[in-house]
Structure formats: structure tokens, C-alpha cells
């Protein structure tokens, strides 16, 4: 009768566990908020004008993680794929009109890593 009752409770709370663990893996933790700061200020004051492309989201997350974790290191591997969960894509054509900017998308990567910005860091031209 143990038996059967330790298997029912297992069985039941298999899932929430798989959910726990998925959720630790995926969690926007302190190491990937600070890269997509860093990502998100330099994308604000380099080049602010340019147009944002999915393919600029992909080298900035990649060479952030390398310059952190050394280039083609497992760690950077993973958290490069940490970065690209939670930074937005890029549509491209846009859908909403008009393309967004690299300053535009710098501010959401700030205010999804919860980074308040600084006033004087406005460059747009």
C-alpha cells in the first residue's frame, strides 16, 4: 500500500518539478539580465539610427557571450541561447509599419533586464 501511495505522489508532482526545472533553465537569471543591458547600451549609442535587423540580434548575443565566456566555450554556447530566449526578434519586413531602431530596441533590452535609463545617454539623431 506504501508503495502505491509513494508512486501517486510522484506521479503528481512529476510534472510540477518538470515545470520548476524548466523554468530554472530558462529564468532571465542576474549574468543574462547584465549581458542584455550591455547589448542594449551599446545598441543605444552605436549607430542609434540604423535600422534593426534580426540578424544584428543574433551577432550581439553571440559576441557578448563570447567576450564573457570565451568563444566557442560551452558556457557561452548556453548563454548565448539565454540571450536569444529572451531578447525579442526581429521582424524584418516589419509588420507595423516602420522598421524599428537599434536605439528603439536597445531601450526594450534595458527595460526588459529592468535597467533604468540614465538621461543623458540620448543619442538619437
Sequence with gaps: MKDR???TVAAASAPDM??????ARTA???PTRALMATIGETLRTTEPTLDMREVTR???AGRA????HGKGTPRAVAATGLLLRHMPRVDWPPTEGTPITRH????RLLAKA???EQQ?????G
Design 5 to 7: 501511495i509513494r508512486a
Design 58 to 60: 543574433l551577432a550581439y
Design 18 to 23: 518538470d515545470v520548476a526545472l524548466s523554468y
Design 114 to 116: 529592468g535597467v533604468r
Design 28 to 30: 532571465l537569471d542576474a
Design 65 to 68: 557571450a563570447a567576450d564573457v
Design 104 to 107: 528603439e530596441y536597445g531601450r
Design 120 to 124: 543623458g545617454s540620448d543619442t538619437r
